[in-house]
């Protein structure tokens, strides 16, 4: 089989569609929802809006019941605020009682659709994340370019506004294939709904449930660019993928099929000014790091950000180890030093 062979957008695989055995009332249920209660509340005993919800506990869960049996339960809306760490980002906070309702969603549906997604899939999931993104880079790039023997071309991409551009229409549809309860359907509906960016776009960051959605979304994607792409060496982390191949021609037309299939398919579009194919000895961007073929540094970016949040902060001390956790997953011993000096 080819390194990279391209197939067409209605290529000849067919995925066996699997279906969610799971019923409405297994979320709904007062057990689930004490459950997910007992889950949201980790971290967060001291925040006004959770003791204030706590007080009342066995009510405020009944309620929740209620309105989720009675199907009357509608979402609240949202408190928005901005942050700029890792960049600008418009975060939208839900109140206590529908994060709740996220959470009992959450502890349903994200074991069967966790199944569903490709090994190389690294955003909000248990046992991934940013750290083994990296370290799959590196591996992938050493078998790439045999043992760094080869010469190795790297596709980078960055889908443009990816939370504010997700299609709510497509998003539901995509879930139809793979639940049969309508009134799942129809809760996962009311919340998709509760937010938008424009009529019909958009998901809100910060909640759980978003951070699930986006990657049913783009599983279908995952899918195209394994099954019909047949990319072998691949790895997506939320809106940011990276492809490997000794061809730089064939990696060309790959980008061609990716717009196709994200325009057509999803309605998202690549950010022109984030796509690249550049080899790896000569150092690619991905994740916050500058990856090269026998080590990767923290980007210029990434590291001034770093400083400024610390100096901001006052040197707290969760601050500092954060970054220096951050720093030992990459070559940067004079960075930890300078760090260790300037707040011991």
């Not at 299939?261 to 000014?273: A, I, K, V």
């Amino acid at each position: 089989m080819a390194e990279l062979r391209g197939g067409g957008i209605q290529g000849r695989h067919r995925e066996k569609v699997r279906l969610l055995d799971n019923t409405y009332d297994s979320i709904i249920s007062p057990e689930n929802l004490l459950e997910a209660w007992k889950e949201f509340i980790r971290g967060k005993h001291k925040r006004k809006d959770v003791q204030e919800f706590e007080l009342h506990l066995a009510d405020d869960l009944l309620s929740i019941n209620r309105e989720l049996v009675s199907k009357t339960y509608r979402h609240s809306h949202y408190e928005a605020f901005n942050i700029s760490d890792p960049k600008p980002r418009n975060i939208h906070k839900a109140r206590v009682k529908d994060r709740v309702v996220h959470r009992a969603i959450y502890r349903i549906l994200y074991p069967f659709f966790d199944r569903l997604f490709i090994a190389d899939s690294y955003s909000c999931r248990n046992n991934k994340g940013v750290h083994k993104a990296l370290e799959r880079f590196q591996s992938f790039a050493r078998k790439a370019s045999q043992n760094h023997t080869r010469t190795v071309w790297a596709l980078k991409c960055d889908v443009r506004k990816f939370f504010a551009s997700i299609d709510q229409n497509i998003l539901r549809h995509i879930l139809e294939k793979h639940i049969p309860d309508q009134d799942i359907l129809n809760l996962l509906s009311e919340i998709i709904g509760s937010f938008h960016t424009k009529e019909g776009k958009g998901l809100p960051l910060g909640n759980l449930t978003s951070q699930l959605l986006v990657n049913v979304y783009m599983n279908e994607f995952d899918q195209f660019m394994k099954h019909q792409v047949n990319a072998k060496y691949y790895i997506r982390y939320a809106d940011d993928f990276v492809i490997f191949s000794k061809n730089k021609e064939q990696l060309k037309a790959i980008l061609l099929q990716i717009s196709i299939f994200l325009e057509s398919r999803l309605g998202l579009t690549l950010h022109p000014d984030k796509v690249f194919i550049k080899t790896v000895a000569s150092g690619v961007d991905f994740l916050g790091w500058t990856h090269f073929s026998d080590h990767r540094v923290l980007r210029t970016v990434t590291k001034n950000r770093a400083f400024r949040n610390m100096r901001e902060k006052e040197g707290k001390q969760e601050t500092v180890e954060s970054y220096l956790g951050l720093m030992k997953h990459g070559n940067a011993y004079k960075l930890r030093k300078r760090i260790e000096n300037s707040y011991p």
